[in-house]
Nanobody, 119 residues
Framework: QVQLVESGGGLVQGGGSLRLSCAAS????????MGWYRQAPGKQRELVAT???????NSADAVKGRFTISRDNAKNTVYLQMNSLKPEDTAVYYC?????????????WGQGTQVTVSS
């Protein structure tokens, strides 16, 4: 019942910046962790960054110092500010969220937004 809607992808030159947004809706239970994963053509989906409701963050080594994840709990929205983009950052970026319901944890994924970085 949770829907995640991403926006902000596009085409950018190397060294440029993009900001991705993802809004969660449709749940009566609190959203716990939110984050971003990405998948390049022919590759497996990999973690980019995550953030807890308390603001604790984790990010992949490949994006440390370049990408910043943030969250607006009131709006149930997570952001990914991507600076100093490189061609190897080209991928479909997927929003992630989970929620605790009873004894179970449910994972949710957005539809993905394409990020293409040119040289």
């Amino acid at each position: 019942q949770v829907q995640l809607v991403e926006s902000g992808g596009g085409l950018v030159q190397g060294g440029g910046s993009l900001r991705l947004s993802c809004a969660a809706s449709g749940t009566a239970f609190p959203i716990n962790v939110m984050g971003w994963y990405r998948q390049a053509p022919g590759k497996q989906r990999e973690l980019v960054a995550t953030i807890t409701s308390g603001g604790s963050t984790n990010s992949a080594d490949a994006v440390k110092g370049r990408f910043t994840i943030s969250r607006d709990n009131a709006k149930n929205t997570v952001y990914l500010q991507m600076n100093s983009l490189k061609p190897e950052d080209t991928a479909v970026y997927y929003c992630y969220a989970d929620r605790i319901r009873g004894w179970t944890k449910d994972d949710y994924w957005g539809q993905g937004t394409q990020v293409t970085v040119s040289s």
